[in-house]
């Protein structure tokens, strides 16, 4: 398992606001930013899965939840004011909530295409947007999470490898719109990375897992604390200079090409 190289209190003050982060990697990171001493917030569409998260955080120090689908809008902007009247502003904003399931352009409906596309494009917008006015200050940070099918095309991927294209370029646009005000935005890519819900749709089973495995450069899936370990280093002053940024963490899975990922489901 990977270590943790930061130091304790590296974002002690801070406050931080997790989208989808009721589970996997968003929780993974969410924990992480507990661990260094900031007071974090996680949002999810399911308010019990939200609780039970929230009370794993506070095992490691001071947590929160609000509920909301990143989908609307005034719930986000209700969500953001519950959060400034308990912590303050905000200083970090992580936008990971994110939808995706494998299917081909004709399996899957309008809806479906849609639903992908809204969870992830759109709610990213909603949450920068309407968090800017609690995080408008030098030194505050959005981190969006990503993925290789934002530059990697892959069959049974066509909503996702459009929906992380488009967050990356809202990365790359809120980079250039915000860097005046001190506000740094950058993308993260994680590659596979073990016990997610991504995974365990992408690579169901231990045959897809082994293929998987063994074409990847670094011969291993990622862990949640490999991409915890980044969002960390970028949340943090350390990276004070990096803005606009799509910093991939794959084991090298990106330099494969598209086939790798869904090759153990035939597509
Ligand atoms: N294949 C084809 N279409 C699918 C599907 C699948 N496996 N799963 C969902 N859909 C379609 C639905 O059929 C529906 O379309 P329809 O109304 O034409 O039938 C559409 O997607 C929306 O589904 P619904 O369940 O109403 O919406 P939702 O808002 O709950 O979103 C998901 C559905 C699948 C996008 C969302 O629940 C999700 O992504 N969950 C998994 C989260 C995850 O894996 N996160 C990690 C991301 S890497």
Redesign the pocket.
């Given at each position: 398992m990977t270590q943790s190289v930061f130091q304790d209190g590296l974002l002690k003050g801070k406050v931080a606001f997790v989208t989808g982060g009721s589970s996997?990697i968003n929780l993974g990171i969410a924990e992480a930013f507990v661990k260094a001493g900031a007071r974090v917030v996680i949002n999810g569409r399911n308010p019990e899965k939200l609780e039970a998260a929230v009370k794993g955080l506070q095992a490691h120090g001071t947590a929160m939840g609000v509920p909301a689908d990143v989908r609307d809008y005034a719930a986000l902007e209700k969500a953001f004011q519950t959060v400034r009247e308990a912590y303050g502003e905000i200083d970090i904003l992580l936008c990971g909530a994110?939808?995706?399931?494998p299917?081909p352009v004709l399996?899957?409906?309008s809806?479906?295409f849609k639903?992908?596309m809204e969870?992830d494009v759109l709610g990213t917008f909603n949450a920068c947007r309407a968090a800017f006015e609690h995080l408008r200050k030098p030194g505050a940070v959005v981190l969006n999470i990503s993925?290789p099918q934002a530059y990697l095309p892959m069959a049974m991927q066509a909503h996702v490898c459009a929906a992380k294209a488009g967050v990356d370029m809202l990365t790359r646009t809120l980079a250039i719109e915000w860097g005046g005000v001190g506000v740094r935005v950058n993308s993260i890519t994680p590659g596979p990375i073990d016990d997610?819900?991504?995974m365990r749709?992408l690579a169901p089973g231990e045959d897809a897992r082994q293929k998987l495995t063994q074409a990847l450069p670094l011969q291993r899936f990622g862990n949640k604390q490999d991409i915890a370990n980044l969002a960390l280093f970028l949340a943090s002053d350390a990276a004070s200079y990096i803005t606009g940024s799509i910093m991939v963490c794959d084991g090298g899975q990106s330099l494969l090409g598209s086939g790798v990922m869904l090759q153990a489901l035939g597509a």
């Open positions: 996997g994110a939808g995706n399931f299917a399996g899957m409906s809806n479906g639903a992908v969870i993925a997610t819900e991504g749709r």
